[in-house]
């Protein structure tokens, strides 16, 4: 399967395409990263987000797209963008009915490193091991994008066959908003 | 000027329009909550915000869109939803050209009741009484946006000169991403 993974944030946004399935070798499609000019205002910046990621999911397609799991304890400096930029990756593809899945940090650790508590290096180490590179991909973030669809890959092949059957049998809606006129 | 408020939330997303301009009565146009289902998977409920927000913006063409600004600190349960509806309302309104302005809560409430620190039920009474109508608008999710409305009315008249201008002149731009192929 073909899996989008997505390290959300504003500033750098995180993205690599991974092809592969449990048990047979990776391959690396591609993998870069989204940024946004820290002085533009942050509505400009989502914007310029979902830009960038409409590029990527129109270039490769993927089947699915692995995204971060941002948590409210963490950094509270950069949490708020995060969770925002993470928002838009999940709209991106849920508009084109592409099912979403998160994974905590730890999970992709464990899944790429063997370790829940590996450090940033490691990661990258394994991900360029895993994926043959000539060289660790830079900066981290495009490395923890690949880590991501990487872990996916190897640990959500069960669930995904449920979120696609949900992902196609609920359509999305939302309650008609309840208006008041004067 | 026209301006939709929005109180950001995955459960309740509160909007509302008022028309006005300061020193001038107010009148509203119309208020709502945008639902959506909590047992529903979390990026199948922020497509769900966009649709319902975009048919607010259909319908009510507002010049401006003023949504609350959402801080880290708070409410952690709760955080991460308003902040991803949140970012679902930039999203909506930056797509468009609207320019974008956001209010805190304190910044809300000291401008319908005088006090930064009102309760609820406070707001709610001075929505009711600014706007002439017959019965206070529920639930609290829909007065807050009217409210937020109101506040930028009130305050923003010379800022959104400013925005307008910048929303017209910055086109939303990502840095290309840098790719990498294996």
Redesign the interface.
């Known amino acids: 399967m073909r899996v989008l993974g997505v390290d959300p944030g504003l500033t750098r946004c995180g993205?690599g395409v991974v092809e592969g399935a449990p048990g047979r070798p990776l391959?690396?499609?591609?993998?870069?990263?989204?940024?946004?000019?820290a002085d533009?205002?942050?509505?400009?910046r989502?914007?310029?987000?979902?830009?960038?990621l409409e590029?990527?999911l129109d270039e490769y397609q993927p089947e699915l797209v692995a995204i971060e799991r941002?948590?409210?304890?963490h950094n509270?400096?950069t949490?708020?963008g995060t969770?925002?930029?993470?928002?838009?990756a999940?709209?991106c593809?849920?508009?084109r009915g592409i099912p979403?899945a998160?994974h905590t940090p730890s999970e992709v650790k464990a899944a790429v490193t063997g370790s829940g508590r590996a450090d940033k290096a490691q990661v990258t180490a394994m991900v360029t091991r895993l994926?043959?590179?000539?060289e660790p991909?830079k900066p981290a973030d495009?490395a923890d994008a690949l880590a991501l669809a990487i872990c996916h890959i190897w640990r959500g092949s069960a669930s995904d066959k449920i979120a696609a059957a949900?992902?196609r049998s609920?359509p999305?809606?939302?309650?008609p908003?309840?208006?008041?006129?004067?």
């Open positions: 993205v391959r690396m499609l591609g993998v870069g990263v989204v940024r946004t000019p533009q205002d942050v509505p400009l989502l914007l310029a987000v979902e830009q960038g590029r990527w941002v948590f409210a304890q509270v400096s949490v708020m969770a925002q930029a993470s928002a838009v999940m709209l593809a849920t508009r979403v998160l994926l043959r590179l000539a991909p495009a949900l992902a609920t999305p809606r939302s309650t908003a309840k208006e008041y006129r004067p």
